[in-house]
Antibody, heavy 122, light 110 residues
Framework: EVQLVESGGGLVKPGGSLTISCTASGFTFINAWMSWVRQAPGKGLEWVGR??????????GYAAAVNGRFTMSRDDSKNTVYLQLNGLETDDTAVYYC?????????????WGQGTLVTVSS | QSVLAQPPSVSAAPGQKVIISCSGSSSNVEKNFVSWYQQLPGSAPKLLIYDNDKRPSGIPDRFSGSKSGTSATLAITGLQTGDEADYYC???????????FGGGTKLTVL
């Protein structure tokens, strides 16, 4: 059974930093592209970024709203992907979901974590 | 303002059919696979349709997807009260080099 478990959310002041994690199981993590999607309170889904598998270059790409402030990384030995959030703004307040299609070819996200809430407030 | 346009809400009676539209452009919907998600209150999104018209295992055939040009649609037949949820379309945008979602459509089963 595929599981994605996010952790590390919390309350942080504007301008602050936080690192959230997503630990995966049930599929061959090393071959999977991993993504982060966020949802502000009462709002829709917003793609944050994705990191490719190392076999596909291991590079990360980001939405314009977070580019330069957020950084994704992965540790394949721990089946974990990280999202480092720097320069946080109140508009970054959201539930952050980890998502992946595992090793299926094509588009879409088959699997989602339960989400971790990041609140940016003074 | 979302890159993909969806109606904010749709409604229909139990047993009826509803269609949710997702309008994009040549840099996203037209050239890339579209997926659809259902989000029940308080839950993570759930994949309903991927690659325009494919259903993951376990998704009933009441849910179907299609795409033509720069628009995609999700059709739900035999509506049930349990289908009340928010529905989102998503795809990749080649110009933005980013994933994009529609603003979401709230389905009410009257």
């Amino acid at each position: 059974e595929v599981q994605l478990v996010e952790s590390g959310g919390g309350l942080v002041k504007p301008g602050g930093s936080l690192t959230i994690s997503c630990t995966a199981s049930g599929f061959t993590f090393i071959n999977a592209w991993m993504s982060w999607v966020r949802q502000a309170p009462g709002k829709g889904l917003e793609w944050v970024g994705r990191i490719k598998s190392k076999a596909d270059g291991g590079t990360a790409g980001y939405a314009a709203a977070v580019n330069g402030r957020f950084t994704m990384s992965r540790d394949d030995s721990k089946n974990t992907v990280y999202l480092q959030l720097n320069g946080l703004e109140t508009d970054d307040t959201a539930v952050y979901y980890c998502a992946t299609r595992a090793t299926r070819v094509g588009g879409g996200f088959d699997y989602w974590g339960q989400g971790t809430l990041v609140t940016v407030s003074s | 303002q979302s890159v993909l346009a969806q109606p904010p809400s749709v409604s229909a009676a139990p047993g009826q059919k509803v269609i949710i539209s997702c309008s994009g452009s040549s840099s996203n919907v037209e050239k890339n696979f579209v997926s659809w998600y259902q989000q029940l209150p308080g839950s993570a999104p759930k994949l309903l349709i991927y690659d325009n018209d494919k259903r993951p295992s376990g998704i009933p055939d009441r849910f179907s997807g299609s795409k033509s040009g720069t628009s995609a649609t999700l059709a739900i037949t035999g509506l049930q009260t349990g289908d009340e949820a928010d529905y989102y379309c998503g795809t990749w945008d080649r110009s933005l080099t980013a994933g994009v979602f529609g603003g979401g459509t709230k389905l009410t089963v009257l």
